[in-house]
């Protein structure tokens, strides 16, 4: 990629998509020459406009829906769908049609991600598309975008980054490069968001960082964007005279944003109409919700707003005159999001479970307390002693009940409110006080909207070994399973060993073997691999094997089902090996095996490519011999 003209940045999110680039050849150390795509899209039938953003919406018109032309693009005379502002105002009125939060669905194991199940709860003949060909229908839009700018420099031939959430697992970082290949692009770099909003803020000061932060610092990210909460704690330290910054932790995966505080809204408008003797039926109900986001986004942006009038489409033939008129309130916004999304609580408080019924309909897996608050709390306390083995950083007092941030960064479309950004700041400086700790201060100056596109950019840009890079690899520690062998007893399955694989910070595209450690594995047969990811254990080195942990401490991901080939061996036979590990550029964990013997050697992989080829099989596995 030494021939690229342009280090181009894609945000590909939950709510909207944005494209950043910076120039080479224009640049000069941290003064990055950088700039934003303004990305043509329809705005309305037969209408093409630019804008800085493309919202991640794809609406699937009736055939008979609209004229010729209608859906024309620069660079497309016939598609048979709809990408960005058009498809997300189209697609209020008709819900059905409306393919919204592709990428919370990308991310979710318990679904095949390349069957045709989008729209979630579109009647029979609708046409459907998988959350994978939503992603790459919104990275094709920008490919083609970017192509019809630069005709001198074609996309596949610059260095593209593409960011993801930091708690994205290994799976669903596998299936963003997969849909980034599927659109026509080189081979990208992932990067995951809090980080790329952190560089942003550094390119966007001028070299000015320094002055804002200090030795010692630890920064923490808020990112509460569409889909999802991402919570991550980057340190500042000083080595041979220069700041250094090191990604320490990355909060669980939260899937919790604007869509829930959309939906929210709209429970609180019905409820409303409901006392007022309208009842609206499951249909109104989410188109409700899509005109609830642009009231939300109207009253958030403008302070001075007391209410805005939404409407809901009527079910009759009168589609204007039938339609439902109402409004959200400012008190009604704060009560539901404020008082709902991020309550004052104690940094002791946990995010509640409740018990859940036996039967759910099939959906996104939100996570079951709302208050983003309380999820905060958790991972600060959690992350108490995160920074104690750092140089340059005190270990936390012994009193002490959580970690300490001393800044905040915050991103994502929700914090661009002052009202929130400033309940957030309040809670957090109101533990620290608690916990007898200076507040911390804010890293202004963000562009909340844009901040991820233009870090992504810029972080390709330092990887060509200019600018500041922040350290971090891996956001957790990652574990097999080994099982022990044991005598069969009645009733009982033998012991489970965890076994680490790459410990928490090993840097992409870095290998590890494991040190003369031997171990079994059977070939020739359907078997599992149980893998596990932890958060907290920072000690644990390759090849450390764990008998027991606490069930904070390690958490399941998806297991791995496999038939490893005999190689001439039975089925069934158990083979002598040590393993190699390695991760990956996009964050992939691949485990190898090498027989003692030093024949056919086996690779698995975190690659969502199961063994059940063409019959719908989502598993994330891929087994192979060497």
Same mark, same amino acid.
């Given at each position: 990629?030494?021939?690229?003209?342009?280090?181009?940045?894609?945000?590909?999110?939950?709510?909207?998509?944005?494209?950043? &680039?910076?120039?080479?050849?224009?640049?000069?150390?941290?003064?990055?020459?950088?700039? %934003?795509?303004?990305?043509?899209?329809?705005?309305?039938?037969?209408?093409?406009?630019? /804008?800085?953003?493309?919202?991640?919406?794809?609406?699937?018109?009736?055939?008979?829906?609209?004229?010729?032309?209608?859906?024309?693009?620069?660079?497309?005379?016939?598609?048979?769908?709809?990408?960005?502002?058009?498809?997300?105002?189209?697609?209020?009125?008709?819900?059905?049609?409306? *393919?919204?939060?592709?990428?919370?669905?990308?991310?979710?194991?318990?679904?095949?991600?390349?069957?045709?199940?989008?729209?979630?709860?579109?009647?029979?003949?609708?046409?459907?598309?998988?959350?994978?060909?939503?992603?790459?229908?919104?990275?094709?839009?920008?490919?083609?975008?970017?192509?019809?700018?630069?005709?001198?420099?074609?996309?596949?031939?610059?260095?593209?980054?593409?960011?993801?959430?930091?708690?994205?697992?290994?799976?669903?970082? +596998?299936?963003?490069?997969?849909?980034?290949?599927?659109?026509? &692009?080189?081979?990208? =770099?992932?990067?995951?968001?809090?980080?790329?909003?952190? &560089?942003?803020?550094?390119?966007?000061?001028?070299?000015?960082?320094?002055?804002?932060?200090?030795?010692?610092?630890?920064?923490?990210?808020?990112?509460?964007?569409?889909?999802?909460?991402?919570?991550?704690?980057?340190?500042?330290?000083?080595?041979?005279?220069?700041?250094?910054?090191?990604?320490?932790? %990355?909060?669980?995966?939260?899937?919790?944003?604007?869509?829930?505080?959309?939906?929210?809204?709209?429970?609180?408008?019905? !409820?409303?109409?409901?006392?007022?003797?309208?009842?609206?039926?499951?249909?109104?109900? /989410?188109?409700?919700?899509?005109?609830?986001?642009?009231?939300?986004?109207?009253?958030?942006?403008?302070?001075?707003?007391?209410?805005?009038?939404?409407?809901?489409?009527?079910?009759?033939?009168?589609?204007?005159?039938?339609?439902?008129?109402?409004?959200?309130? #400012?008190?009604?916004?704060?009560?539901?999001?404020?008082?709902?999304?991020?309550?004052?609580?104690?940094? =002791?408080?946990?995010?509640?479970?409740?018990?859940?019924?036996?039967?759910?309909?099939?959906?996104?897996?939100?996570?079951?307390?709302?208050?983003?608050?309380?999820?905060?709390?958790?991972?600060?306390?959690?992350?108490?002693?995160?920074?104690?083995?750092?140089?340059?950083?005190?270990?936390?007092?012994?009193?002490?009940?959580?970690?300490?941030?001393?800044? *905040?960064?915050?991103?994502?479309?929700?914090?661009?409110?002052?009202?929130?950004? =400033?309940?957030?700041?309040?809670?957090?400086?109101?533990?620290?006080?608690?916990?007898?700790?200076?507040?911390?201060?804010?890293?202004?100056?963000?562009?909340?909207?844009?901040?991820?596109?233009?870090?992504?950019? &810029?972080?390709?840009? %330092?990887?060509?070994? /200019?600018?500041?890079?922040?350290?971090?690899?891996?956001? !957790?520690?990652?574990?097999?399973?080994?099982?022990?062998?044991?005598?069969?007893?009645?009733?009982?399955?033998?012991?489970? @060993?965890?076994?680490?694989?790459?410990?928490?910070?090993?840097?992409?595209?870095?290998?590890?073997?494991?040190?003369?450690? +031997?171990?079994?594995?059977?070939?020739?047969?359907?078997?599992?691999?149980?893998?596990?990811?932890?958060?907290?254990?920072?000690?644990?080195?390759?090849?450390?094997?764990? @008998?027991?942990?606490?069930?904070?401490?390690?958490?399941?991901?998806?297991?791995?089902?496999? =038939?490893?080939?005999?190689?001439?061996?039975?089925?069934?036979?158990?083979? /002598?090996?040590?393993?190699?590990? #390695?991760?990956?550029?996009?964050?992939?964990?691949?485990?190898?095996?090498?027989?003692?013997?030093?024949?056919?050697?086996?690779?698995?992989?975190?690659? %969502?490519?199961?063994?059940?080829?063409? +019959?719908?099989?989502?598993?994330?596995?891929?087994?192979?011999?060497?």
């Amino acid at each position: 990629m030494s021939a690229a003209r342009y280090a181009i940045g894609i945000d590909l999110g939950t709510t909207h998509c944005a494209l950043s &680039y910076v120039d080479f050849e224009s640049s000069d150390g941290e003064a990055a020459a950088q700039q %934003v795509l303004q990305i043509p899209q329809l705005t309305g039938p037969g209408s093409v406009e630019d /804008r800085p953003l493309l919202p991640s919406f794809i609406y699937l018109p009736h055939a008979d829906e609209l004229a010729p032309g209608d859906l024309s693009l620069p660079w497309s005379a016939a598609q048979d769908h709809a990408v960005g502002e058009f498809a997300r105002s189209r697609g209020a009125a008709t819900p059905i049609r409306l *393919v919204a939060s592709a990428k919370s669905w990308l991310c979710h194991p318990g679904v095949d991600r390349r069957a045709a199940i989008l729209p979630a709860e579109a009647p029979a003949e609708v046409a459907r598309i998988s959350p994978l060909t939503a992603s790459v229908r919104y990275l094709s839009h920008l490919r083609a975008a970017w192509d019809a700018a630069h005709p001198d420099a074609p996309f596949d031939a610059q260095d593209v980054t593409v960011t993801i959430p930091a708690s994205f697992d290994p799976a669903a970082r +596998e299936l963003t490069a997969e849909a980034a290949q599927a659109a026509g &692009y080189p081979p990208i =770099t992932l990067l995951e968001e809090p980080q790329a909003a952190l &560089y942003s803020w550094i390119q966007r000061s001028a070299g000015q960082w320094r002055k804002e932060v200090k030795p010692g610092d630890l920064i923490l990210v808020v990112d509460v964007g569409g889909g999802t909460t991402d919570l991550s704690l980057i340190a500042v330290l000083e080595r041979d005279g220069n700041l250094e910054l090191h990604r320490v932790a %990355v909060g669980e995966h939260i899937l919790l944003g604007g869509d829930n505080m959309d939906l929210a809204l709209a429970y609180a408008v019905t !409820r409303k109409l409901a006392a007022q003797g309208t009842r609206l039926d499951p249909w109104q109900t /989410r188109a409700l919700a899509h005109a609830c986001r642009a009231a939300k986004e109207a009253l958030l942006g403008d302070p001075e707003l007391d209410a805005v009038p939404v409407v809901v489409p009527s079910r009759g033939s009168k589609l204007i005159g039938g339609s439902i008129r109402t409004e959200v309130s #400012r008190d009604e916004l704060s009560a539901t999001l404020v008082e709902g999304f991020f309550p004052q609580v104690a940094v =002791t408080e946990q995010p509640l479970s409740r018990a859940r019924a036996a039967l759910t309909q099939l959906g996104l897996p939100y996570a079951q307390d709302a208050a983003i608050t309380r999820h905060l709390a958790a991972f600060l306390t959690r992350q108490r002693d995160a920074t104690a083995d750092l140089e340059g950083f005190a270990a936390p007092p012994d009193d002490s009940q959580f970690l300490h941030p001393t800044a *905040v960064l915050f991103n994502g479309g929700v914090l661009k409110s002052a009202l929130i950004s =400033t309940r957030v700041l309040g809670i957090l400086n109101a533990w620290l006080e608690s916990d007898g700790a200076a507040p911390a201060r804010l890293l202004g100056g963000a562009d909340l909207d844009l901040a991820v596109a233009r870090g992504a950019a &810029y972080y390709g840009y %330092v990887r060509h070994g /200019r600018g500041v890079r922040i350290r971090g690899g891996t956001a !957790r520690a990652y574990y097999v399973g080994v099982e022990s062998a044991m005598p069969a007893i009645p009733g009982m399955e033998p012991p489970l @060993e965890a076994l680490c694989l790459a410990p928490f910070g090993m840097e992409e595209g870095s290998e590890a073997a494991l040190p003369e450690q +031997e171990f079994g594995l059977v070939v020739g047969e359907p078997v599992r691999f149980r893998f596990f990811g932890s958060s907290v254990r920072r000690q644990d080195e390759v090849g450390t094997l764990l @008998e027991f942990w606490a069930d904070d401490e390690l958490q399941e991901l998806e297991e791995i089902e496999a =038939t490893l080939p005999a190689e001439g061996r039975r089925p069934g036979d158990i083979v /002598r090996v040590k393993l190699h590990a #390695r991760v990956t550029e996009t964050g992939t964990l691949e485990l190898e095996a090498l027989p003692v013997d030093g024949s056919a050697r086996w690779k698995v992989q975190f690659d %969502v490519r199961g063994a059940g080829s063409g +019959e719908g099989n989502d598993a994330p596995a891929g087994a192979a011999a060497d």
